[in-house]
């Protein structure tokens, strides 16, 4: 595997690629890799010829109070991980490669209130303009054909998929399910707040969106009581609900009984651990 760190290094290798008829995959991440990282650089693989992951902590999508400083950095466990799975080149950029004059110069770009200040967006204010600022600063870097996001933030997937249809990006976005540990749990970083103990609890987020879901499912229009039931399941778990929402799975709106394809979503803190998780409503 191959490592960039600034620009002209990227671009280096990727337009010798490009040259010599390659396509190109891109999976962004923020690092501290677990197995469904590693299941978008598989899903990379089959899509294109060369891939290239990155690993960049962006600060400019961390709220006050959220710990950007603490954010988990495993650099070398991350490349290890990479290498293992067979990933061709890792984007690792400084500051002054992302925001080359600076955050405090640097022209941002501003999510869509629709879209980003709903569900994620209202408990994490100006999360998503930092999301959307950094992709759009990454596939520039970049140039990749195609990108692959988890559809374990599927908010912010459908951000990406705005800004690249609203921006006319020639970058394809492929979507990946959640992938999850054997007992629900969605992968994620912040897992790793949690003692294992934990971990079986936390699970049961899961477990009650996927009842929730299939409660929908089963008779469509009941979503505003299935949404309180499967707080009031989580409040008697021990979580701190922040939201449990039956959305379209298009523009994450409210409902009309016509709408066929839904998607429940919630996010719930564990102690001190804020977890997410969705799932589509069959
Ligand atoms: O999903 C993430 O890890 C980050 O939000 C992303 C897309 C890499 C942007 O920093």
């Given amino acids: 595997m191959q490592l960039a760190v600034d620009r002209e290094q990227v671009r280096r290798v990727v337009d010798g690629w490009r040259q010599s008829g390659s396509t190109i995959a891109f999976v962004p991440t923020?690092?501290?890799l677990h197995k469904g990282h590693l299941a978008l650089i598989s899903t990379a693989q089959s899509e294109a010829d060369r891939v290239v992951a990155s690993i960049?902590?962006?600060p400019t999508q961390f709220g006050e109070g959220e710990d950007y400083a603490n954010y988990p950095r495993t650099f070398d466990d991350d490349s290890r991980s990479l290498e293992s799975c067979g990933?061709?080149?890792?984007?690792?950029p400084g500051h002054t490669t992302v925001y080359p004059l600076g955050f405090e110069n640097a022209i941002r770009l501003v999510a869509p209130h629709d879209l980003a200040s709903i569900l994620?967006?209202?408990?994490?204010?100006g999360h998503f303009d930092g999301v959307v600022s950094v992709v759009a600063r990454l596939f520039h870097l970049v140039r990749p054909d195609l990108a692959v996001f988890g559809e374990k933030d599927f908010q912010q997937l459908l951000l990406i998929r705005r800004l690249v249809d609203d921006l006319s990006l020639p970058v394809r976005i492929v979507s990946v399910p959640t992938v999850r540990e054997t007992s629900g749990l969605a992968m994620s970083s912040r897992n790793n707040y949690l003692d294992s103990e934990q971990r079986g609890a936390a699970a049961s987020l899961s477990a009650v969106l996927a009842d929730a879901a299939?409660?929908?499912g089963r008779q469509r229009g009941n979503w505003i009581q299935v949404e309180q039931w499967a707080m009031d399941e989580l409040s008697k778990l021990g979580f701190r609900v922040d939201y449990v929402a039956v959305r379209t799975?298009?523009?994450l709106?409210?409902?009309?009984?016509?709408d066929a394809e839904l998607r429940i979503l919630a996010?719930?803190?564990?102690?001190?651990?804020?977890?997410?998780?969705n799932m589509k409503i069959i």
Avoid: H, K, Q
């Fill in 267 to 277: 996010a719930a803190w564990f102690g001190d651990v804020r977890l997410i998780d």
């Fill in 120 to 125: 994620e967006g209202r408990s994490r204010p």
């Fill in 87 to 92: 990933c061709d080149l890792l984007f690792a």
């Fill in 253 to 258: 709106a409210r409902p009309d009984v016509a």
């Fill in 214 to 216: 299939s409660r929908v």
């Fill in 249 to 251: 799975a298009a523009e």
């Fill in 56 to 58: 960049y902590v962006n």
């Fill in 30 to 32: 923020m690092g501290n």
